[in-house]
């Protein structure tokens, strides 16, 4: 990690609370351009709430954030206007065609149709649908959709893309080809930030966060974590550090 | 401008993709329409009825006449006795029988009073009302027009008028209702369904996280339904018009612009039903039984508001059927202007005000 390296998400002391409940309680990190971030916690630990916050959709309570240089308190416009993001819930529409598809959220990232054309045979070649691109997205194959909802994620060259649990559901072998595709996105410059529930993922990220109870307990690469606790796998380390959670589901 | 663009043409995919909305938006009001006017009219056209003359004289035979060139009646038969009548019911030949007394023509001119009864078939008794009721007018029509310019002191007891409908037409009074119907399920049902679906599918998340404005999400999504409705208030107009002969009284500018009115009005309750339920079901299930129920009820439609007990009256106020209704009636079939509709023209925009005002609350509400 070269202290040059820009950071694209800055956070201090951010905190969400509703009511009495303090969903995220004081989170500091940093997510240096380019970098495969995983972001682990338990169901309930505060992931999606930070997410949110981060993604400009929820006013933080406390503490401070800049995404891609942007205040998550002001500039909530500029932050979407910079960032892709996927759901865990798949986030194609399934009544449209693959081509539509693309064409209708390129459309609302204000791209050009130039682009959009260049690009949508760009992106159907690469991902070999350029026979399915009149076929309704519902007739694809689950993992054939994952991967096209991540390339739309990042359609509008966002620099930075959130991934909520992107893989739910989706057989090994199309999971070993979406992280294919998320290290070609890192590699163009995209940073990654990735929320996943498989252990042997977190495995592939650069860095990992761990959050308990709305707090991150633990934050380093894969390597230093598993010497940290001294266990072999990040499955461990996460049985670990989650046993420690008083919150319920 | 663009981003706009590209959501409602997304819009019109999901729409012309999906058979079940492409039936309601544009096969429902074709079927309310034939529904309302053909089956479920009290009109009556060519009833069978007989006729027992016991007078035969001028005043009868032209009286006879009179009903026979209405269409509602068709003579079916001439008796010749009291008994006749009560067997021909029977038989099941006819619906109401006229009987006209001896004397009629003479008691009607030295006495400036006659008789005539009507006897109809009261096991179906919106037709026996229907039938006496036309005959009466029949009947008040030739009184009229023997005293017509003569002065003459005839005696009419009954003070029958017919305002506005002299035929009696059943479809005068429900294509105001189905209008208001239409929009209602059409506008609140659908675009209620329509934005509630995307937060099932998770589609809603995504939407919200890019640039686009929410606001401009749920008003690119309310376009396309705002114009299929425009199309759907010309096929009732025209359906009604040249299938149902009813009259377009009034200014046909201020019928579409006050249906624009109800129109927007039933797209802001849809925003706000969206904006307070996350499934398709609740989503239905409130336009259903909350919204579209009452507009049917308590629209004075169906079941005249005067008749109904005070609590069911002071709800009808809350309900915005109503006053499009009144507003329609009003202008369509009276042919009064925006002077005679001012007040309910007014209550249907603070209606509207209100439900924007709501929606928008409670969008922003939840984003925080």
């Known amino acids: 990690m070269g202290i040059d390296k820009e950071k694209v998400i800055t956070a201090n002391q951010l905190t969400k609370r509703f009511g009495d409940f303090t969903a995220v309680d004081a989170i500091s990190f940093e997510v240096e351009k380019g970098e495969i971030f995983g972001f682990l916690g338990a169901n309930g630990a505060g992931k999606t709430t930070a997410i949110r916050m981060l993604s400009g959709l929820s006013i933080p309570s406390d503490g401070e954030a800049t995404v891609a240089g942007f205040d998550v308190y002001r500039q909530t416009e500029q932050i979407k206007r910079s960032i892709g993001y996927m759901s865990q819930k798949f986030s194609l529409y399934e009544d449209l065609t693959v081509r539509e598809n693309i064409r209708f959220f390129a459309g609302i990232y204000g791209m050009s149709d130039q682009f959009i054309k260049d690009n949508t045979a760009r992106l159907l070649h690469q991902l070999r649908l350029k026979e399915e691109e009149n076929k309704l997205v519902k007739s694809l194959p689950l993992g054939w959709k994952q991967k096209l909802a991540f390339s739309v994620a990042i359609f509008h060259e966002p620099e930075i893309v959130f991934l909520d649990e992107p893989t739910g559901g989706v057989d090994p072998v199309t999971r070993r080809e979406f992280w294919t595709m998320i290290y070609e996105a890192a590699e163009s410059g995209i940073t990654v930030f990735v929320t996943t529930h498989y252990m042997d993922e977190a495995e592939y990220c650069n860095r990992v966060s761990i959050m308990v109870d709305g707090r991150i307990d633990a934050l380093d690469t894969p390597k230093n974590l598993k010497q940290q606790y001294e266990v072999g796998s990040m499955e461990d380390v996460f049985i670990k550090l989650a046993r420690k959670a008083t919150r319920a589901d | 401008m663009k981003q706009f663009i590209s959501f409602v043409r997304k819009e019109f995919y999901h729409i012309f993709r999906d058979p079940r909305t492409m039936f309601i938006l544009l096969g429902m009001p074709v079927i309310l329409v034939v529904i309302f006017g053909f089956a479920l009219t009290n009109e009556v056209k060519n ?84 039938l006496t009721n036309y005959a009466a007018a029949v009947i008040l029509d030739f009184q009229d027009r023997i005293t017509d310019g003569r002065n003459l002191p005839y005696t009419i007891t009954t003070q029958f008028r017919m305002l506005y409908n002299p035929q009696l037409k059943g479809a005068y009074s429900f294509v105001p209702g189905v209008m208001a119907m239409v929009l209602m399920l059409v506008c609140t049902m659908m675009t209620a369904i329509t934005i509630v679906r995307e937060k099932e599918t998770g589609t809603m998340e995504v939407l919200l996280v890019s640039p686009v404005q929410p606001m401009k999400i749920v008003t690119a999504k309310a376009v396309p339904y705002l114009l299929l409705s425009l199309i759907n208030i010309a096929t009732i107009l025209m359906l009604s018009y040249f299938v149902l002969d009813v009259p377009i009284n009034g200014s046909l500018t201020l019928l579409v612009l006050q249906s624009i009115l109800f129109t927007v009005t039933s797209l802001a309750l849809g925003l706000l039903i969206s904006a307070i339920t996350d499934s398709q079901q609740t989503a239905m299930f409130i336009s259903l039984t909350g919204m579209f129920l009452p507009a049917l009820m308590l629209s004075g439609f169906m079941f005249p508001i005067e008749n109904m007990p005070t609590i069911l009256q002071l709800l009808s106020h809350l309900v915005p059927a109503k006053w499009y209704y009144i507003i329609v009636r009003s202008v369509m079939i009276k042919g009064v202007g925006m002077e005679a509709v001012w007040k309910e023209t007014l209550i249907l925009s603070g209606m509207l005000l209100f439900f924007l005002f709501m929606s928008i609350k409670k969008f922003k509400i939840r984003l925080a």
């Open chain 2, 47 to 130: 009833a069978d009825i007989a006729v027992f003359d016991q007078s035969k004289d001028e005043a009868t035979s032209s009286l006879i006449a009179e009903l026979q060139a209405s269409r509602y009646f068709n003579i079916e038969k001439r008796l010749r006795s009291y008994q006749e009548v009560e067997e021909e019911f029977k038989k099941g030949n006819i619906k109401m029988a006229v009987v006209l007394p001896p004397n009629f023509g003479s008691d009607l001119l030295h006495l400036h009073n006659a008789q005539v009864q009507l006897i109809a078939d009261a096991s179906d008794p919106n037709v026996a009302n229907t």
